[in-house]
């Protein structure tokens, strides 16, 4: 709620544009109609009308700078191009290939774009539960996807039920504590293969389609953990740069091998989630230095609204919140400053 007030209020170049040019070239009938509610404000945080103008002058400049950030970003993820070429969006005949998702977040964004009429193949190695499962949208297909064989045979089964799919979202991923000096190779190779190897096997077996027939969104699951390692956690950091790595790689060749801009990709990546990765003394920890806890409901939705939206993205959660920003621009700063915001998570996983 704060970051959309932000967003489409204090930071809206329009909106403090207008006011501004009001206030300092409008006539004084409207000058003085626009600072009347100021009287109203309380002695403790009563505004000038020179610092209201100044303020607006500082919210019109980060608000036009964001909003040609935007306008570059959308720019970019299209290749550098205006048009993409791309088929248009009919979600009622759209069909999502999703890894992992019969429950968490997968089964989350299932449901979204259920309601919205696409079709949805949960590949996973678990059946959904009967409230994803019981729509006539959603098929199962049960698969090991750490297993390049497996998820060919399963890919073959989709394209010859369903079709092909334009959409792919890389959502499975597991993750657990332990020192690097203590993981087991068996948990090593699981955790790879999952958080990550499997995108390989995934996206070999469908965007070959995508290209063909000028339509494709495909979405990974990142992390904050893309930006900044956890100790006790280094495993999962790991798969999750790697995964953010992939993405851009992917758009990368997208763009100069395939010259395929209408496929779109995007790369979700937020903060700690509620999920059963956080233990109650991860929670506790996380808890005790201020850090966000954020709600599956909410980041599962943020997720299909990525999707939905037919444009690749790059998106932090939770979005405009400042932790975020700094961190996906952390490894540009000097080293002691990087190290300092991942001692900010020192020991919330290691118990």
């Not at 009563?46 to 950030?69: C, H, N």
């Not at 290749?79 to 989350?108: H, N, Q």
């Not at 005790?288 to 609204?305: L, M, N, T, W």
């Amino acid at each position: 709620m704060a970051s959309a007030l932000i967003k489409y209020i204090f930071l809206n170049p329009v909106l403090t544009g207008g006011a501004f040019f009001a206030l300092t070239r409008g006539s004084p009938d409207i000058q003085q109609l626009l600072l009347q509610p100021l009287a109203y404000l309380p002695a403790a945080i009563r505004i000038s009308p020179e610092t209201l103008i100044s303020s607006l002058k500082v919210l019109f400049a980060l608000g036009s700078v964001t909003t040609v950030s935007g306008i570059l970003d959308r720019f970019a993820f299209n290749g550098w191009t205006i048009f993409t070429g791309a088929k248009p969006w009919e979600w009622e005949k759209e069909l999502c290939v999703i890894t992992g998702g019969s429950g968490g977040l997968g089964a989350i964004v299932t449901r979204h774009l259920v309601q919205k009429g696409v079709t949805v193949a949960i590949v996973d190695v678990q059946a959904p539960p009967p409230s994803v499962a019981a729509s006539n949208k959603v098929h199962f297909f049960k698969c090991d996807i750490t297993n390049s064989a497996s998820v060919k045979e399963v890919a073959d089964r989709i394209k010859k039920e369903l079709g092909s799919p334009s959409i792919l979202c890389n959502n499975a991923g597991i993750g657990k504590t332990a020192l690097i000096t203590e993981v087991t190779d068996a948990h090593l190779d699981k955790i790879f293969k999952i958080n990550l190897i499997s995108h390989w096997y995934t996206v070999r077996e469908f965007l070959p389609d995508m290209i063909k027939n000028k339509k494709g969104h495909i979405v990974s699951t990142a992390s904050m953990a893309s930006y900044t390692t956890v100790a006790g956690m280094v495993d999962y950091c790991v798969t999750k740069a790697g995964a953010l790595a992939f993405t851009e790689g992917l758009n990368q060749e997208l763009k100069w091998r395939y010259k395929a801009p209408w496929v779109q990709v995007t790369s979700i990546n937020p903060y700690w989630v509620k999920t059963p990765l956080i233990t109650e003394w991860v929670e506790k920890k996380l808890s005790s230095i201020g850090a966000p806890i954020q709600d599956p409901e909410v980041v599962g939705a943020r997720i299909a609204k990525a999707i939905l939206s037919g444009r690749g993205s790059h998106v932090l959660l939770p979005e405009n919140n400042p932790i975020m920003l700094l961190a996906s621009m952390g490894r540009g700063f000097p080293h002691w400053l990087h190290e300092i915001a991942n001692d900010t998570q020192m020991n919330t996983a290691v118990h």
